[in-house]
């Protein structure tokens, strides 16, 4: 019976898993169990889940709860050693009613099945709207469903050699007709609808077939990349469609936006974590020659910076009023057209700019005027007036082309 229920969770049914444990797992067991054989897996009379409750006491109270090896929706499978969904779930609230104040995760796990998997992160993530700090910490392996635990926690650390990612959905299809052939069995599969059951282990996979798992798959996908990206806003879905279902090394993945920090071991991310001062929880400070600023510190820093911004920001307010109003007020003065007060404006001149122009121009306007009246009235006025006509006017032709104000 158990092995019957460890096959059905691992062949024929999509997994949040990474493809190498998928690999060991049918290699040791699923191939023995179909082949008749004795599995290589080692059984236990009572073999507890991979999971550790109680509340450790630091400077605040944090449950520690391990992800570790393959993961399953609820009950389970000891025989595998994997570790379920609804028993992390149920030790998180245990922490809570203990009074834990942060919850850590130590992962080391390939992932498992989809069943169960977003419940629980979306569980992870409203811990913080309960003051609840999380984080979590792999050594070795935190891939696909065992990333999406990791990616819901606050902030996310790993030692340089740990394996993250592979944000994708599996299947492996277990065919055995070519085997029921040999033995001379043969089976004939009855459908009260052509899509029921369509894969089935003792028919050949028909076209049909495979559109409807990969149609599955790609749902499951889409369902898994928009999980991680809640989790992690810095993943918006296309990044997470470029990275493929890709594993990384620490590093890549700290590169990527995957993780947070890369630490040495859980003992570094508990003792930066829970330092003295509390306002550098979370944040993890690699062992440098360095001094790293206290979060409290860039906090005030940013806040000086931008109240000085603000400062500036009014004092430019301030002078730019002023310079306007003086324009302004020099316009009506000199009685020139408010189009020229504007164009001075949207132009950036200064006060003292536009009050040199415009009485420059209100003098040549005038003289402008007297000899007009006076060539008017005396048919012959002398030359001199005449040339200073000519220039006046050359002036203001001048003055128009470079404002595109006509005078």
Do not use: W
């Not at 121009?361 to 048919?379: D, K, L, N, R």
């Amino acid at each position: 019976m158990n092995r019957a229920r460890i096959l059905s969770r691992i062949t024929d049914t999509p997994l949040f898993m990474s493809e190498g444990k998928l690999r060991a797992i049918t290699e040791a067991f699923v191939l023995p169990v179909l082949e008749g054989r004795e599995s290589d897996v080692v059984k236990y009379p009572s073999m507890s889940n991979a999971t550790k409750k109680g509340v450790k006491t630091t400077t605040a109270k944090l449950g520690m709860i391990e992800v570790f090896d393959s993961l399953v929706s609820k009950n389970a499978a000891f025989a595998c050693g994997m570790a379920s969904y609804e028993s992390v779930s149920n030790q998180i609230n245990a922490a809570i009613n203990a009074g834990a104040t942060d919850i850590g995760f130590y992962i080391d796990s390939p992932g498992g099945e989809v069943s169960g998997l977003f419940g629980l992160t979306q569980q992870i993530r409203e811990l913080s709207a309960k003051g609840i700090s999380t984080f979590a910490f792999t050594d070795g392996m935190a891939t696909s469903a065992a990333y999406a635990i990791m990616a819901a926690c606050d902030i996310a650390y790993a030692s340089e050699t740990s394996v993250i990612g592979s944000v994708a959905a599996i299947m492996v299809h277990m065919e055995s007709s070519i085997g029921d052939a040999a033995s001379g069995k043969t089976y004939t599969v009855f459908r009260s609808k052509e899509e029921k059951a369509l894969a089935d282990s003792h028919t050949p996979l028909t076209e049909l077939a495979v559109t409807k798992i990969q149609t599955m798959l790609a749902s499951m996908d889409a369902s898994f990349n928009n999980d991680v990206s809640l989790s992690r806003p810095n993943l918006n879905i296309e990044k997470l469609l470029s990275f493929k279902g890709s594993e990384y090394m620490a590093k890549a993945a700290l590169d990527l936006g995957l993780i947070d920090k890369i630490a040495v071991n859980m003992e570094a991310v508990l003792s930066n974590y829970f330092s003295s001062d509390n306002t550098t929880r979370g944040t993890f400070m690699a062992a440098t020659t360095e001094t790293q600023p206290t979060l409290a510190a860039e906090l005030a820093a940013i806040q000086l910076s931008e109240d000085a911004v603000a400062l500036k920001v009014k004092a430019a307010v301030e002078a730019e009023r002023t310079n306007t109003l003086a324009i302004l007020g020099a316009m009506a003065t000199l009685k020139m057209k408010p189009e020229l007060a504007v164009a001075h404006i949207t132009k950036g001149y200064s006060s003292e700019t536009s009050l040199e122009i415009m009485t420059a121009i209100a003098g040549a306007t005038s003289e402008a005027t007297a000899i007009s009246t006076a060539a008017g009235v005396h048919a012959t006025a002398d030359l001199e007036a005449a040339a200073k006509l000519d220039r006046t006017n050359e002036l203001k032709a001048a003055y128009s082309a470079a404002t595109g104000i006509k005078l």
